[in-house]
Every structure is written in C-alpha cells, then in structure tokens.
C-alpha cells in the first residue's frame, strides 16, 4: 500500500512539472486548424460569435460568468441612484457593451452613443511608476461627455484626409487618415499635450491571453534583430495599481494593462467614472467637476470580479474554410512574406492552479503580444510605460474575418481608420514595412488569397 502511494505521488509531481514547462510554439501537424482557442472554441459565425462562455464551465463557474454577462451590459446613471449608480461626472460612455459591440470592435466616432474611441492624454515625461505624466486637472485620459449640470472637458470631431495609394500592378486603393480637433475644452490644455486613440478591441479569449507564460512572450523578443528580418520586437513593463509591482503588460493597444483586473478596473474607472477596490478614486478627483459625493467605490466587489471573470472565460470562434485551397495558399503567402514575424499564429498556454480550463491549450491568435515600431504613418507620437510614439502591441488576429457580422461596419487598426483588412495592411510600416513591400508586389490574385485566409481567422 505504501509503495502504491509513493508511485501515484511521483506520478502526480511528474505530471505538475511537466505542465509547468515553457509553453511554446506547437507543431501545426495532425491539429484540427479550426480550434482557435483549443478545447475553449466555439462553432458560431454569426454577429454573437464573441459572446459565449467556455464550453464546460461548472455551475459556479457558469453562474459567476452569467453575472458578470449581466454587469458588461448594464447602463450606469449618475449618482444618487438605486442601481447602476456613479456614472461620471465625465466619461466616455455609459456601459462596457456601449464600446464593445457583440463583444467585439467599438465604431470610431466622438461623442454619440455607440462611440467606441477613447484618447489618452499626457504631457512629455513620466510619472513616479514610469508611467505617462497626467496633465493637472485632466488625468490620463479625456473624458467628452458629462452628467446633468457638469462640463465634459473637450469635445472632439474627427475628419478624414483621402490617401491613393497605387499597387506595382495598377490597381488603386484609398486609405483615410484621420485628424481629430479639441474644442470647447473646460479649461485650457497645455500646449505640448499628447493625445492618442484607442479603439475598443474585442475581448474575448483574453483569459486564454493572460495564461501564456511570460517567458514565452519573453523569448520572442529579438532586440539586435539576429535574425535580420527587420523585426525586434520589445515587452512593455508596467505598473500594476493593486499589487504596486511592475509587470509585463499584456492587454492594451500598447500593452500598458498587466492584467484583466487592471484593464477591466481601469475601464470602469476612465470610460465611465465608476470607482471600486483596483480603482478607489473617481477620474475627476480634484477637479472642478468632481461630485464630492461620499459613495467610493461605487462598484460592488463581486461584480466588478464577476465582470473580469466573464472577460476570462469568453470563447474564441472557431476558423473556417480551411480546407479551402484558396484559404491554404494564402496562408502560406502570410507565412512566406514573413507576417507571421509578429502575428505568431500558435501559442501554448501555460497553467493556472485556479482554473484548469486555461491550461495547456492550443491556440492560434496570431500574435506575440509585443510592442512593435509600426513607422511614422501609424504613430500616435505618445510614449506609455516603454512603448515609445510609434510602438503599437501586435494585435490577436483571431476573429478577425467576423468583424462585419459582429460590428456591423468593420474597423481596424489601432483608431479603426482601415475599413477593409487590405486597407489595415497597406498602412503597416516600421518593423513591418519589408512584409508589406511583398504584399504590394503580390498579384491581385495572390493579395485576394491572403485576404481570404486572414477572414478565415
């Protein structure tokens, strides 16, 4: 009996260490290619593609997520309210689903209700953590809109210049790039202001995200370029708010969010005015605007933790068309042109202790999670943590050929200014300008094979 015992105790240890090694690149070989998210993929192609929980959950698990379903679609009001109280007294929008559409991209417009795009805002130089240095009396982020009898504090328009840009074939594509304009600010900004928009990305398989160890993110960092493909690659450190630790970042459009509760906190806090425990004052604190009223936080614990556990445990679509020839040879050409410098197309995730259904999964989000130099046309020209003014985190591309079902009108890039996939590549430059180059030079025939492979995702 004892023998039993130190056999099956060996056998556990081995089996714990072995799922603890680096997670890593996979081999693609003898793997169903429409698994995106591993055992957590879900087989749904229409505009609710984004929005289901992992298949298995127990029923805590299933409840908590159901709550925290409930909290992302739930308007909040202004203050004193018996429920959904807090709003503001400035902010960008009323509700987590108001930015994130089905889950999914926001719409890149400036003070209507479906507005999904935010702008941080800065002045050179950083703050005590390293982090961007906030303008007095604005904070880190502008907030458009205003309760009842309170002033947002700038108002902002955008417009768009057309750009031809002309293929080595013949053929013509017009790019938009966009100029946005502060009016009616409540107070004067200061003159060397930093300001830079940020589109609300989707948010599912972000648990799946947040388990991939950090020394495989780590080790795709190339920072001499040994390899001499033109890409380094560089993790952004940050500060985490709750554990006052630096950490790696993850989550973001420059990776400045180390964790879900970070990113789910911070949202709250800045896109609505609503404090909790992560995020105890309001964004307006010691501004004029400020409501002094008592109620901090003003988001129950439970449901701010149930929120970031249904961001946890969002399921990924599922590929399609993969047998496709026109799909596997454009997926070659994304291999051959080297896209896949970033854009990593399979992971493995790592362990969580709390919650198996995250470990050791097989997934392709075509991304390495790094910040990369994407060249002066994409620059925001505003540093965050180590992401320098034109550094940009690689984003997931999985779910990316459903973004017109679930958004409606799709967008992309980092401001939503691309209105088709094509148009997302062909503003691409810095680290990857040597891809794009190839791109350009493809035929027509080819270009449309990549695209068909990249709406397979």
Same mark, same amino acid.
């Given at each position: 009996?004892?023998?039993?015992?130190?056999?099956?105790?060996?056998?556990?240890?081995?089996?714990?260490?072995?799922?603890?090694?680096?997670?890593?690149?996979?081999?693609?070989?003898?793997?169903?290619?429409?698994?995106?998210?591993?055992?957590?993929?879900?087989?749904?192609?229409?505009?609710?593609?984004?929005?289901?929980?992992?298949?298995?959950?127990?029923?805590?698990?299933?409840?908590?997520?159901?709550?925290?379903?409930?909290?992302?679609?739930?308007?909040?009001?202004?203050?004193?309210?018996?429920?959904?109280?807090?709003?503001?007294?400035?902010?960008?929008?009323?509700?987590?689903?108001?930015?994130?559409?089905?889950?999914?991209?926001?719409?890149?417009?400036?003070?209507?209700?479906?507005?999904?795009?935010?702008?941080?805002?800065?002045?050179?130089?950083?703050?005590?953590?390293?982090?961007?240095?906030?303008?007095?009396?604005?904070?880190?982020?502008?907030?458009?809109?205003?309760?009842?009898?309170?002033?947002?504090?700038?108002?902002?328009?955008?417009?768009?210049?057309?750009?031809?840009?002309?293929?080595?074939?013949?053929?013509?594509?017009?790019?938009?790039?966009?100029?946005?304009?502060?009016?009616?600010?409540?107070?004067?900004?200061?003159?060397?202001?930093?300001?830079?928009?940020?589109?609300?990305?989707?948010?599912?398989?972000?648990?799946?995200?947040?388990?991939?160890?950090?020394?495989?993110?780590?080790?795709?960092?190339?920072?001499?370029?040994?390899?001499?493909?033109?890409?380094?690659?560089?993790?952004?450190?940050?500060?985490?708010?709750?554990?006052?630790?630096?950490?790696?970042?993850?989550?973001?459009?420059?990776?400045? $969010?180390?964790?879900?509760?970070?990113?789910?906190?911070?949202?709250?806090?800045?896109?609505?005015?609503?404090?909790?425990?992560?995020?105890?004052?309001?964004?307006?604190?010691?501004?004029?605007?400020?409501?002094?009223?008592?109620?901090?936080?003003?988001?129950?614990?439970?449901?701010?933790?149930?929120?970031?556990?249904?961001?946890?445990?969002?399921?990924?679509?599922?590929?399609?068309?993969?047998?496709?020839?026109?799909?596997?040879?454009?997926?070659?050409?994304?291999?051959?042109?080297?896209?896949?410098?970033?854009?990593?197309?399979?992971?493995?995730?790592?362990?969580?202790?709390?919650? $198996?259904?995250?470990?050791?999964?097989?997934?392709?989000?075509?991304?390495?999670?790094?910040?990369?130099?994407?060249?002066?046309?994409?620059?925001?020209?505003?540093?965050?943590?180590? $992401?320098?003014?034109?550094?940009?985190?690689?984003?997931?591309?999985?779910?990316?050929?459903?973004?017109?079902?679930?958004?409606?009108?799709?967008?992309?890039?980092?401001?939503?200014?691309?209105?088709?996939?094509?148009? $997302?590549?062909?503003?691409?430059?810095?680290?990857?300008?040597?891809?794009?180059?190839?791109?350009?030079?493809?035929?027509?025939?080819?270009?449309?094979?990549?695209?068909?492979?990249?709406?397979?995702?």
């Amino acid at each position: 009996m004892k023998k039993l015992y130190i056999i099956s105790s060996i056998s556990l240890l081995v089996a714990f260490f072995t799922m603890c090694n680096k997670a890593s690149m996979v081999d693609e070989s003898a793997y169903d290619e429409r698994l995106s998210g591993g055992s957590s993929t879900v087989f749904d192609a229409t505009s609710k593609a984004f929005g289901h929980a992992f298949d298995g959950l127990n029923n805590r698990d299933a409840q908590v997520h159901e709550l925290g379903d409930g909290a992302f679609g739930q308007t909040f009001v202004a203050a004193p309210a018996l429920i959904n109280s807090g709003l503001g007294p400035v902010f960008n929008n009323v509700s987590c689903i108001s930015c994130h559409h089905n889950d999914g991209k926001g719409t890149p417009t400036a003070g209507f209700v479906n507005s999904s795009l935010l702008f941080r805002l800065s002045i050179p130089g950083t703050d005590v953590n390293g982090g961007p240095l906030a303008i007095p009396n604005f904070g880190g982020q502008l907030q458009d809109v205003a309760i009842f009898g309170k002033q947002a504090e700038v108002n902002m328009s955008i417009s768009y210049t057309d750009i031809p840009f002309t293929y080595t074939s013949g053929e013509t594509v017009t790019l938009r790039k966009p100029t946005y304009t502060v009016t009616n600010s409540y107070l004067p900004l200061p003159a060397n202001y930093l300001i830079s928009p940020r589109l609300a990305p989707p948010v599912f398989g972000l648990g799946l995200l947040q388990n991939i160890p950090e020394q495989t993110i780590l080790s795709f960092v190339d920072k001499n370029d040994a390899n001499n493909d033109g890409i380094t690659g560089k993790a952004n450190f940050v500060y985490n708010a709750h554990t006052h630790k630096t950490e790696l970042g993850r989550f973001g459009l420059k990776a400045s $969010a180390p964790t879900l509760q970070i990113q789910v906190a911070g949202a709250y806090n800045q896109d609505m005015g609503i404090t909790s425990y992560v995020f105890p004052k309001e964004s307006s604190f010691g501004q004029s605007q400020s409501d002094n009223i008592n109620d901090d936080p003003e988001l129950a614990d439970s449901i701010l933790d149930a929120t970031i556990f249904y961001t946890k445990t969002l399921a990924v679509p599922a590929r399609r068309n993969v047998t496709s020839p026109y799909v596997i040879q454009g997926k070659q050409l994304f291999m051959q042109m080297n896209c896949s410098g970033c854009h990593k197309p399979n992971l493995q995730t790592g362990v969580d202790l709390n919650f $198996a259904a995250l470990n050791n999964q097989r997934i392709q989000p075509f991304t390495d999670l790094l910040l990369h130099d994407m060249g002066n046309d994409l620059a925001d020209g505003r540093p965050d943590y180590l $992401a320098t003014g034109n550094e940009w985190r690689t984003a997931p591309l999985w779910g990316i050929g459903l973004f017109a079902k679930t958004n409606g009108t799709p967008f992309y890039l980092h401001d939503g200014r691309a209105r088709t996939i094509e148009e $997302a590549i062909l503003w691409h430059g810095g680290e990857a300008q040597k891809s794009k180059g190839k791109y350009t030079q493809l035929s027509k025939a080819d270009r449309t094979k990549l695209i068909s492979f990249l709406q397979s995702l």
